[in-house]
């Protein structure tokens, strides 16, 4: 417990003065965006990996391990996708609780380099950010019992927002006819969307973007996108786009716009998660509609 000194000399624990906000660490944008919708100003939040910045590349520094050392609280994505944080974690054995805000959801299984594992990028589907939003609020009420009423108040304003966002997708994308379903991305970041709304996402490089596509790999989807007529590709905000530009080019396709698949925006309406899965879901009606 944390003390403070008073004018008349005396050390009276603080939490006799204030209630102490909560240290809580995520590990990147998109995990910070839906802890602070919950947290509100309960909670001092530090977020390792920044908006536009790819976590599969993350290495973390020296201040990274402290703030995960003083957290309360630490959240995780879980289901692989953060091996840094794993190998930091084990160094370092900070005291704070850790949590994976994706405990609980069903994972798409993939085929990647010869082994069967699970696809980490579930927060692409609306309803598995229901189940994150629901362990990160359980999570901060079980730290912080005093406010706990606040937090689940705020997450169920946060979740109405989250089912009329889920109703307009809907909506929207039933419209798509079964030929206009196929989309090319730079990595296959958007399984689970693709499930969700029978989208077929087709991708170079696999759940990582750690290794580059070959030659081959890069010819063999050109020729899949000429002869299947898909009609638009999508760059992603956290990889260089030159490379899905020149798959454009060569297969006589259009490039639809930006996809944020691992990062929130630095800024502008994606800089949210409702507000990018927004700016998805209205750039891939864009380019797909009829």
Do not use: C
């Amino acid at each position: 417990m944390r003390y403070l000194l008073f004018a008349l000399g005396l050390w009276l624990p603080l939490s006799l003065q204030a209630a102490e906000k909560l240290n809580v660490v995520t590990s990147f944008s998109i995990l910070a965006d839906l802890t602070r919708e919950v947290g509100g100003d309960h909670i001092d939040l530090i977020n390792l990996v920044d908006a536009d910045a790819d976590a599969h590349l993350y290495e973390p520094s020296p201040d990274d391990a402290k703030a995960l050392l003083r957290a309360d609280l630490i959240i995780a994505n879980g289901l692989g996708f953060e091996p840094w944080l794993e190998r930091v974690l084990a160094s370092s054995e900070p005291s704070g609780k850790r949590i994976n805000a994706s405990a609980g959801v069903v994972p798409l299984m993939l085929n990647e380099d010869g082994e069967r594992v699970p696809d980490p990028h579930a927060w692409q589907s609306l309803t598995n950010a229901e189940i994150y939003v629901r362990n990160i609020a359980k999570a901060l009420g079980e730290l912080d019992p005093a406010h706990r009423d606040v937090y689940d108040e705020r997450r169920d304003a946060y979740l109405t927002r989250l089912h009329a966002l889920l109703k307009k997708a809907d909506a929207q994308i039933a419209s798509l006819p079964p030929s206009q379903r196929k989309v090319v991305t730079s990595h296959d970041a958007f399984g689970y969307l693709g499930q969700a709304w029978q989208l077929e996402f087709i991708a170079p490089q696999g759940l990582s973007t750690h290794d580059e596509p070959s030659a081959a790999d890069v010819a063999s989807l050109i020729r899949q996108i000429r002869s299947e007529g898909v009609r638009a590709v999508f760059v992603e905000n956290i990889r260089d786009p030159r490379l899905i530009e020149q798959i454009a080019d060569e297969a006589g396709a259009t490039v639809g716009g930006t996809l944020y698949s691992d990062a929130l925006a630095s800024e502008g309406p994606a800089s949210t998660y409702l507000g990018m899965f927004e700016h998805n879901l209205d750039t891939l009606m864009a380019a797909l509609k009829p």
